[in-house]
């Protein structure tokens, strides 16, 4: 007499397990941090990355650890949803909307930082929700329709994605990817945390300068520790600081030079921070424009 042992395959349909859903929180999110980290290349135009190879090594980490440490944020907030109302659909939707918000917010830190070297901070927001926001920001009817597009186009991306997750975390049952990747990522965060950590606690400014093109990156700081057990010499910290000649500031381009004339000429320069090129006009500025 033979037995027969009969394999159940699991259908989109069957309700998923709390545990499927969790996995799938969790590939989702790190397919969301790889398409922040792409557009998060856009810093890339405005950095001017300091000279050296571990200077470079902790940028290339900094990036990946800071990016995927965001979407790990959106993997946690999805925990107690699942436990508590373990369906795919509801999941799917607060998933999806929390996915769009960090890739948008990213996106749009991006044009911030382009633009003003800063990223969203308290400042932007007060600016943002205050009552005198239509007078400092002028968005034209053509990039609201812009962004409205994006954002639809983004909905449409993220529902794709989460359908395509599903598929493979139901397509893997019993197979742990998710630890190796989780270890890896775990590594490269881990490291970049203390490469910062001894570079703040020696005034390594090549590395510690390098976080402002980071949005909300918080690193760690360990300076105690470092001198405590010798690893970092505090007394040594201004002799290492004086090592880092970069910058992002190019001037000047050839030597000063002045040249007087007796009849100089009456010029009225008017200096502006900040302004935009586009509210020099008649109806924005009509004195300045005359």
Known sequence: MSLTKTRTFKTPETPPTRAELLRWAGWFFLAN??????IALRYLAVVDFPEGE???LFGVLAFVGHFVSLGFIGTVLMFVP???LPRRGPIFVLGIALAVSLVLGVTLDTFVFSQYRFHFNGMVFNLLLGGAAEEIFSFSASLWAMLMVFVAALL?????LARRVWRFVLATPGRYYGYGVGFLLFAVFVTENMMFAWADASAYTPITKQIRFLPAY???TADRWFYQYGFA???SAKKIARLDHSSSLDYPKAPLRCNTSDQPLNILYIVVDSWRFDTLTAQAAPNIFR
């Open 218 to 220: 918080k690193p760690l």
């Open 82 to 84: 699942v436990l508590l």
């Open 33 to 38: 941090s790889l398409i922040t980290l792409l």
């Open 54 to 56: 571990y200077t470079r």
């Open 156 to 160: 449409s991306i993220e529902w794709w």
């Open 233 to 235: 010499d505090p007394d």
